[in-house]
């Protein structure tokens, strides 16, 4: 992949995350608390799963908000490592990051084996004690 080919795949990633962000945040996720989010729903004539149901929704919104902020970092992350020449070597191990899994991933930043290194690692139980 070369470095027009790999900005243009990173750019056109940018944009699709940003519209998401854009419709989550253009449906006032952001822009009110949970308690005004909900306010319409009166207490008194509503079922206390219509109050559920809509803090559900809204953490689920959140959480798809934080997500997508994350994936753009790390597209961030990527443009800023291709200007710097380092876009295609895994960051852990120093060895080129397939072709293939860029064209995926094009944010990756680790090859497939530190990747799965790094997901196992997330996974394994902490101790705490």
């Not at 207490?43 to 753009?72: A, C, K, M, W, Y």
């Not at 293939?100 to 902490?126: I, K, T, W």
């Amino acid at each position: 992949m070369d470095p027009d080919h790999a900005r243009q795949h990173l750019s056109d990633e940018q944009i699709r995350l940003e519209g998401v962000r854009g419709q989550l945040v253009g449906d006032g996720l952001t822009s009110e608390s949970e308690q005004e989010s909900v306010s319409e729903l009166s207490s008194v004539d509503q079922h206390p799963s219509d109050l559920g149901s809509e803090t559900f929704n809204r953490e689920r919104d959140l959480s798809i908000l934080e997500q997508v902020e994350s994936e753009l970092a790390d597209v961030e992350h990527a443009l800023q490592r291709l200007d710097e020449g380092t876009y295609w070597t895994c960051e852990a191990c120093g060895r080129p990051i397939g072709e293939a899994r860029l064209e995926a991933m094009p944010s990756a930043r680790f090859c497939v084996d530190d990747q799965a290194g790094a997901e196992r690692e997330a996974q394994r139980p902490s101790d705490t004690g």
